[in-house]
């Protein structure tokens, strides 16, 4: 028992003396300043080709550009995505940005991949309730598009969350009546298209939806 002693003594003078140290170089605030610098440069590098990226994306959907740059275009805002997410991987503008290129391609599943990635935990709490909620809309229709039946229900929560947080609220509405009418659901559907003129009167794309329900 008094050899133990012994050791624990010996071992907390050791960790006396290196903590002393360590504290008299300043070596644990030179090692948090060179992790802040670090940190700092690499989400300056991460943002950079984020902004790059967006460019590139807002390049390919410009009206004025030619249909034969398109895909170049958004294949490189998929590419400055990809650098941004090699540095920060939690960004979730960054998932989003790589999404909006990949659908512009024609990969929609991939797109649909990163929509995931972006309202996953890790990488949601990066966004705006605005953000959420335009990101919620953007899977919705890439589930909706991908298969009519089998990812309806799964589009409707995110619609009904985007109707939440979002601000787009007659989008999601009216995408939420598309998704009722799919699911031959005639008076939930009308209730969405009439909450989508609620909010936005000159919606065409509602009222075209209602006078097709009633005139069944």
């Not at 790589?98 to 972006?118: E, H, I, N, Y």
């Not at 009216?174 to 209730?191: I, P, V």
């Amino acid at each position: 028992m008094e050899m133990v002693n012994d050791i624990a003594i010996q071992v907390g003078m050791i960790l006396f003396t290196v903590l002393l140290f360590l504290y008299m170089n300043d070596i644990p605030g030179k090692a948090l300043a060179k992790l802040s610098l670090w940190y700092n440069q690499t989400n300056l590098e991460a943002k950079r080709h984020f902004v790059l990226g967006a460019q590139r994306l807002a390049q390919a959907r410009s009206p004025n550009t030619p249909h034969s740059d398109v895909i170049s275009l958004a294949k490189t805002a998929a590419e400055e995505a990809d650098k941004a997410l090699s540095l920060n991987p939690k960004d979730a503008a960054a998932h989003i940005l790589k999404a909006l290129a990949l659908d512009l391609q024609g990969f929609r599943l991939s797109a649909l991949d990163s929509l995931d990635a972006a309202l996953s935990p890790l990488a949601v709490k990066s966004l705006t309730d605005e953000e959420r909620g335009d990101a919620l809309i953007k899977r919705a229709q890439l589930k909706i598009g991908l298969d009519k039946v089998g990812r309806v229900d799964s589009a409707v929560a995110d619609l009904v969350e985007a109707v939440r947080v979002g601000s787009e609220k007659d989008k999601a509405y009216c995408l939420l009546g598309e998704c009722y009418e799919m699911k031959e659901m005639k008076e939930e559907a009308t209730k969405a298209y009439q909450e989508a003129i609620t909010i936005q009167p000159n919606s065409a794309l509602a009222r075209d939806a209602l006078d097709r329900l009633t005139s069944r």
